[in-house]
């Protein structure tokens, strides 16, 4: 009985230990799980980058879930249906698609089992900002000229050796650039062709997506590219035809005595005014019957300024000419031409004619120097379109198959074959109005004249009808780029902007003999002076002008003058909004002729910059009816400038 009871007490222990054992087995797994009721650990979400500058969303690792759940709105709310999940079992969330310009709200939950932990903290990201729209990559003598567009506070520009991108090869890059322009040195650099360019917008610290072409590739120099959303040959959806634009002229009224080309190419060609020409609201009135004793009107290039065009169309082997106007006379006495490129009554490259019917000439392989043949003009029913006293949309399409098409209002009305254009001379001068020789003066109301370097199609014609002449011209941004000796020459009329004094004195376009282009005069010319205040920028009329410095230093300014006489001789420059006495006064210029100066009693006038970067440089005027043709800024001291001085620097849009 006692061993009975031996083996009995043994095998309870033995069953304890068991149990005992079981028991610890079973705590010991349950160390890997949540009690029945607990709910995961929750997570704590940040933004970093990858290798790659990737964006993600990660979050610590944890033993208490087995997957995530990744809560994705555009609602600070979490609406259900502007919220997307997704399910993930990795500890990161990248972003890889391209978002909309808006904040995205981010929350982040674990999860064992059907157990959801409480959603971790919220993040809010500004999403990737949107890449510049444009690029263009220009070699300018050492440097690479990198310029692009786009609404953001900060860019980055990354350059490679290879023309396909990846992130940690680039060979360098430049960060927190202010504008949309960077000037690329290059003179430590032995082969330039095999720099590629690319820009990224910077946001709160977030960079953009890569700009690229449409196949993936960077830009090199001498390329001009455009994104797929601005890859259009619109203005817009509704506005005009753009590609092709040779030369512009919407008559907006920005200068009384000049016509100023509104294509953006340069050179622009301008036109200047003479005769029985006045000006309206909406657009420019050629010869007119109450001022009939006046000389006849007409808007002229002069300077060979129309080489540019000529040559474009030469090339091309195609042309558009379009005008919106109003003809007040059938012209009994001759055909009145609308717009031509010719320097006589019987010599031309093409013109667009109206008498009692439209007409068109154009020099080619089977018409003369006056560019006539057989058929050229658009008769009997096509008279119906000429209606005088009404607005009507003219345009005249030749493809460079030598076929030829008419419209009027945006309808086909006639189409010839006028054979395809040989022997243009480059050097013809372009006109509205009239003939250069003054024999065939038009007479109405023009309101837009564009000329394209190829023909248009039907569709495009439609759209510009469309679009109407009511064309509102918008000022590109541009900056004047410093020559590779420190030199910068500028134009005078090609400021980038333009301000009236507080005494109603202002600058305008003139045209004088012996310009390099156009001039700008001090008006009214009243014999009037502006006494020295410290406030001159603010109350003399000036003309500004942005440079992009690359040296500092002192620079010695030259100005090409004309002056009435000898107390309407002088003009400040002005540096950044202030005139310094070493800049003031600048004067000594030819009574009645051009003449350069850089004086004021022998004195030399001079700018300081202290730092690289855009400045503004201004001319102000000091006395009244002084005119100027070009100014030049040279860091040479012995520099002398002459006749109509250095070629214009280059401007970068």
Not at 37 to 50: A, G, L, N, T
Not at 129 to 158: A, C, E, F, M
Not at 590 to 608: A, K, L
Not at 636 to 652: H, N
Request: charged fraction near 20%; aromatic fraction near 10%.
């Amino acid at each position: 009985m006692t061993n009975y009871r031996l083996v009995l007490y043994i095998l309870i222990i033995l069953l304890g230990s068991i149990i005992s054992l079981i028991a610890c087995g079973t705590n010991e797994s349950s160390l890997n799980r949540h009690p029945s009721k607990s709910s995961p650990i929750v997570p704590k979400i940040q933004v970093e980058r990858d290798s790659n500058n990737e964006l993600l969303i990660t979050w610590p690792s944890s033993d208490s879930a087995e997957k995530y759940f990744v809560y994705r709105s555009s609602d600070e709310n979490f609406l259900s249906e502007k919220t997307t999940i997704i399910e993930t079992t990795d500890t990161k969330y990248p972003i890889t698609e391209q978002l909309d310009p808006e904040l995205i709200y981010f929350r982040i939950t674990a999860v064992w089992e059907d157990i959801e932990s409480l959603a971790s903290n919220e993040l809010q990201i500004n999403v990737l900002p949107p890449p510049p729209k444009r690029l263009k990559v220009v070699l300018s003598g050492n440097r690479n000229i990198v310029q692009w567009s786009g609404s953001n506070d900060s860019y980055t520009v990354y350059w490679f050796s290879d023309k396909i991108p990846s992130k940690d090869k680039y060979v360098g890059k430049h960060s927190n650039i202010l504008g949309q322009t960077y000037l690329h040195e290059l003179q430590f650099i032995a082969d330039l062709s095999e720099l590629y360019y690319t820009v990224v917008s910077v946001r709160e610290g977030i960079e953009s997506k890569y700009f690229l072409n449409p196949d993936g590739s960077l830009i090199s120099n001498a390329i001009d590219v455009e994104t797929e959303a601005d890859n259009s040959n619109t203005d817009s959806k509704e506005g005009r035809i753009s590609e092709g634009l040779a030369v512009l002229y919407i008559f907006d009224g920005s200068s009384k005595s000049v016509i100023r080309d509104r294509s953006g190419l340069l050179p622009p060609i301008d036109l200047e005014i003479s005769g029985n020409v006045v000006r309206t609201e909406t657009g420019l009135l050629f010869n007119i019957t109450n001022q009939i004793q006046a000389p006849n009107g007409i808007a002229f290039s002069s300077n060979n300024t129309s080489e540019r065009l000529n040559n474009a169309i030469i090339q091309s082997g195609g042309f558009t000419a379009e005008a919106w106007l109003e003809p007040s006379s059938n012209a009994e006495n001759g055909m009145g031409r609308i717009v031509t490129l010719s320097d006589h009554g019987g010599r031309r490259n093409f013109s667009l004619l109206q008498s009692d019917d439209w007409y068109v000439r154009v020099r080619g392989e089977i018409t003369g120097l006056n560019g006539t043949i057989a058929g050229a003009s658009f008769s009997g029913s096509v008279r119906d379109t000429l209606k005088l006293g009404e607005k009507t949309h003219v345009v005249y399409s030749h493809a460079k198959d030598g076929y030829y098409t008419l419209y009027v209002n945006g309808q086909e009305i006639g189409r010839n074959y006028m054979g395809k254009i040989s022997k243009w001379n480059e050097n013809y001068p372009l006109a509205l109005g009239n003939e250069i020789s003054d024999a065939r003066p038009w007479q109405g109301e023009m309101q837009l004249v564009a000329i394209y370097d190829r023909a248009l199609t039907k569709d495009e014609v439609t759209q510009n009808y469309n679009a109407s002449s009511e064309v509102i011209f918008e000022e590109q941004p541009f900056v004047w780029l410093q020559n590779n000796d420190g030199m910068i020459s500028i134009e005078a009329e090609n400021y980038n902007k333009k301000t009236e004094g507080s005494r109603n004195h202002y600058w305008d376009d003139v045209t004088k003999a012996a310009v390099s282009g156009i001039a700008m005069e001090a008006f009214p010319e009243d014999d009037f002076r502006l006494p020295w205040e410290e406030d001159l920028v603010s109350i003399s009329p000036k003309m500004s002008y942005e440079i992009e410095f690359t040296q500092t230093g002192t620079y010695y300014i030259w100005v090409r003058g004309w002056a009435p006489s000898g107390s309407s001789d002088s003009i400040h420059i002005g540096l950044n909004n202030e005139v310094l006495l070493s800049s003031s006064n600048l004067n000594n210029f030819g009574i009645n002729h051009w003449q350069w100066s850089n004086q004021n009693n022998m004195d030399p006038r001079t700018i300081e910059v202290d730092n690289t970067g855009v400045h503004t440089l201004h001319v102000l005027m000091r006395e009244s009816g002084v005119a100027i043709d070009k100014v030049v800024i040279t860091k040479d001291l012995d520099y002398i400038p002459s006749d109509l001085g250095p070629k214009e620097s280059q401007r970068l849009q």
